[in-house]
């Protein structure tokens, strides 16, 4: 049995409440997660993702995001114009960097393990864009750099029709993600938020077959630096772990970031 299935069953009500935006129906939300990475000339270089630990279950089985459909991105007109830009480490190997960033850009930074391939938006640019990941999702584990913006998500079904809730996380809300990075955009490094969303607790939704997340920006949420990871519904999970993993979901549990140096 998969996580996603035994935590729908559950009814999922554990943990501490965090208050959501009013454009928010649900009233708890988001877990932490420990990350196990290699690292390569940390914070300008490669921040390799391994695997995050979600109460006592060790996961390595990710869905990365394989297309993406802009729905709405504030044009580049040059200086710090436009919204969302593909960016990279200074010294990471791979990704892309781009002001104007393409769909396939941004499909490219979101779609490997390295933690400094991240999307930048412009602290006042706006956009809606739809990620589709490779495999089912059941969390999405979510990075931010310097932990001070807001952001929206909301699921998206087969048909291209938004489902469940409109998520909004405030900038409060992110948990030291244990690492800092220091990308070709900005001049000095800057640490790290990190937070999971349940996709059945989080963003009420019914179906287990979500593979499409809806993300937005907007202008006054100051301009989040992002990287988004699926975990995959249908990986096995140990029935130990699945039970003493439950509690995390619909609430909050404080766990000490680990990093594992290369």
């Given at each position: 049995m998969t996580l996603s299935k035994l935590a729908v069953a559950m009814g999922i009500a554990t943990g501490a409440l965090l208050s959501l935006g009013s454009n928010a129906n649900a009233q708890s939300f988001g877990f932490d997660f420990d990350t196990t990475y290699s690292v390569n000339n940390a914070p300008t270089g490669d921040i390799l993702l391994e695997s995050v630990k979600i109460g006592n279950e060790i996961i390595n089985d990710f869905s990365y995001v394989s297309t993406v459909e802009i729905v709405a991105n504030d044009p580049f007109a040059g200086g710090n114009t436009g919204a969302a830009s593909a960016d990279t480490g200074?010294?990471?190997?791979?990704?892309?960097?781009?002001?104007?960033?393409?769909?396939?850009d941004i499909a490219t930074n979101l779609g490997t393990n390295n933690l400094n391939h991240i999307i930048d938006t412009e602290d006042k640019g706006s956009f809606i864009i739809d990620l589709k990941f490779?495999?089912?999702?059941?969390?999405?584990l979510i990075w931010e750099r310097g932990k001070n913006s807001d952001l929206a998500i909301q699921a998206v079904d087969a048909?291209?029709?938004l489902i469940g809730d409109r998520l909004l996380i405030e900038d409060e809300m992110w948990f030291d993600a244990g690492?800092?990075?220091?990308?070709?955009e900005i001049s000095g490094a800057q640490e790290v938020g990190s937070l999971g969303i349940n996709i059945f607790a989080d963003l009420g939704v019914e179906s287990d077959s979500v593979d499409t997340i809806r993300f937005i920006s907007q202008s006054e949420f100051n301009g989040p630096d992002w990287k988004f990871v699926g975990t995959d519904s249908a990986r096995d999970v140990p029935e130990p772990a699945l039970a003493l993993g439950l509690g995390i979901f619909?609430?909050?549990m404080a766990l000490k970031k680990r990093a594992k140096l290369a």
């Open positions: 200074d010294t990471a190997t791979g990704g892309v960097r781009a002001e104007d960033a393409s769909a396939e490779d495999k089912v999702i059941d969390n999405l048909n291209g029709d690492y800092s990075i220091n990308t070709s619909g609430g909050v």
